[in-house]
């Protein structure tokens, strides 16, 4: 099967979603971005505009490009529409198993033959997802990483039956975005995940006997050079988020991977981090 990637979906058009958009808008493909309402488009939209104005006004990106960038993205809240003439699909909904078979089931019945499928999961294993369709050679994970205009690293995930070809592709499609590739084996949570998600609930324990969130993060950028220490990574990230990819990790690796008694009683609390005002450190809404 030839394989030419010009038409791209991006389905869900959130946190992660409208980045991927607009990077590969950037990049020249034609973007149809899909979410289910109409609002949620509206404001992914809004974003994309904040941030090539941004781009351009530091001079990244050139004025008159912006225009031409957004008439590359249109917007729908059909999947099918969206996904019918994909040479790839990127899919970046919520974090949740049933709704992404449920995407991938549609997905196989609606694309072209030689439609690539790539998933945005942070942790959720590839193959099971290309075990939903009928093309599981031709699913794989691009994981992006948050916020997406401005990381330059994209993990890329090999499902069990995903093909070298559809591997290479999916390297092409990354450089022409202008990032470099990562590439990870197809075990909950790949590379990215798996680390940041042992060492945040490790940091979680070292909360629980005793050492403070500021001396925590302190430690890990002075005397690791971490750009962010784990406690303030987690306030951003969101500890409802820690919990659940390491819930992914647990089922899939085994009992290494429970969360923390302090994660999972900070989630009960509501404790989330940025964006309910107070994680380990508080913040004003
Ligand atoms: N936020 C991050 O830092 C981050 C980083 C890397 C990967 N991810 C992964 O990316 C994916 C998306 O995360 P996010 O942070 O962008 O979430 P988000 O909640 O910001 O956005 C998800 C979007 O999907 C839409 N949606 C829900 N159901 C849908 C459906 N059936 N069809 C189409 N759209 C639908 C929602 O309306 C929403 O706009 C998840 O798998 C997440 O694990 C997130």
């Known amino acids: 099967m030839t394989f ?35 609002e949620a488009l509206e404001k992914g939209m809004d974003t994309i505009k ?5 781009l351009a006004s530091k001079g990244k990106i050139a004025a008159d490009e912006v225009d031409a960038i957004i008439g590359r993205i ?10 019918k003439d994909a040479d790839l699909v990127i899919e970046a909904v919520p974090e949740v198993l049933e709704l992404k078979i449920d995407i991938y089931k549609r997905l196989d019945e609606v694309c072209k033959p030689e ?34 205009p401005v990381m330059p ?9 995903t093909s070298d070809e559809v591997m290479d592709e999916a390297v092409k499609y990354v450089e022409k975005i202008g990032r470099e590739a990562c590439l990870a084996v197809d075990y909950a949570g790949f590379i990215v995940s798996r680390l940041l998600d042992v060492v945040q609930n490790e940091a979680c324990k070292l909360v629980m006997e005793g050492n403070e969130p500021e001396e925590i993060d302190k430690a890990m950028k002075l005397c690791a050079n971490w750009p962010i220490g784990p406690c303030a990574l987690m306030d951003l990230v969101g500890l ?17 991977y429970k969360a923390a008694p302090l994660l999972r009683q900070m989630v009960r609390a509501g404790e989330l981090g940025r964006k309910t005002g107070r994680g380990f450190y508080t913040y004003n809404k």
């Open 74 to 83: 249109t917007t729908t809240v059909n999947l099918e529409e969206a996904a």
């Open 240 to 256: 409802d988020i820690v919990e659940h990819g390491l819930g992914t990790l647990e089922n899939d690796l085994g009992p290494a």
């Open 4 to 38: 030419d990637i010009r038409n791209i979906a991006v389905l869900g058009a959130g946190a992660m979603g409208n980045g991927i958009a607009q990077v590969s808008a950037q990049a020249g493909y034609q973007v149809i971005m899909q979410d289910i309402t109409e």
């Open 115 to 148: 439609a690539i499928f790539g998933s945005n999961t942070s942790t959720l294993p590839i193959t099971i997802l290309g075990a939903a369709t009928k093309r599981p050679e031709q699913v794989c994970g691009i994981h992006f990483m948050n916020p997406v």
């Open 153 to 161: 690293g994209v993990e890329l995930i090999k499902g069990r039956l």
């Open 50 to 54: 904040k941030s090539l104005s941004k």
